[in-house]
């Protein structure tokens, strides 16, 4: 209930209600289209009522919690910690060894492959002074035993961990289905 200046106690109307808060009429229709201020009768506004509603507006509004630019605000905070979750779980299945990192696993298998590579190009020339002028069977079994030799030098794990050493690469223990395995890591 207003007092006017004839001391009789009544409503307002809109443009009373507006000019009371200092707004324009037009940010009054705003603050009742968003449901900030209840919408009354024509003359129907009570000024400590529409007063509360705008100062609770404007109170969530300064504290991040209302009007458009609250709602962004909100919103960009949401994403931050989203982001922040995200990032923390996949930390932690890096930690869990859950998750590997492929840059250390190509570069691990680059060196094998080129290893195996470098041994296998190599077994003509290791070969080839024992081959001159020998018989076709007996070329063979040199070939052969050779062969096998070098399969067997790349299918052992010390030789696959020794060129993984020499790559700049360690390897630590992870058990892996209950079983002690080799992880590799990165030392540099």
């Not at 808060?21 to 009522?49: M, N, P």
């Not at 299945?93 to 680059?110: H, K, S």
């Not at 070969?127 to 030799?149: K, S």
Request: charged share 30%; glycine share 8%; aromatic share 4%.
């Amino acid at each position: 209930m207003i007092t006017t200046k004839l001391g009789l106690e009544g409503m307002a109307t809109i443009a009373q209600a507006a000019a009371h808060i200092c707004c324009s009429r037009s940010q009054f229709d705003q603050y009742l289209a968003e449901g900030i201020v209840t919408r009354q009768s024509s003359g129907e506004y009570d000024f400590d009522e529409v007063r509360r509603e705008v100062l609770a507006h404007l109170r969530s509004v300064a504290a991040g919690r209302g009007g458009s630019a609250g709602s962004r605000l909100t919103e960009e905070r949401t994403r931050l910690v989203a982001a922040k979750r995200r990032r923390e779980e996949h930390q932690d299945a890096i930690e869990a060894g859950e998750v590997v990192q492929l840059d250390l696993i190509c570069r691990c298998l680059e060196q094998t492959l080129l290893g195996m590579r470098n041994r296998l190009l190599n077994l003509p020339g290791e070969t080839a002074y024992l081959l001159a002028l020998r018989p076709q069977a007996e070329c063979y079994e040199l070939m052969n035993d050779a062969v096998r030799v070098a399969l067997e030098e790349i299918a052992d794990p010390a030789w696959t961990a020794a060129q993984i050493a020499s790559a700049g690469l360690v390897s630590k223990g992870v058990k892996i289905d209950g079983k002690e395995e080799d992880d590799v890591a990165d030392v540099a």
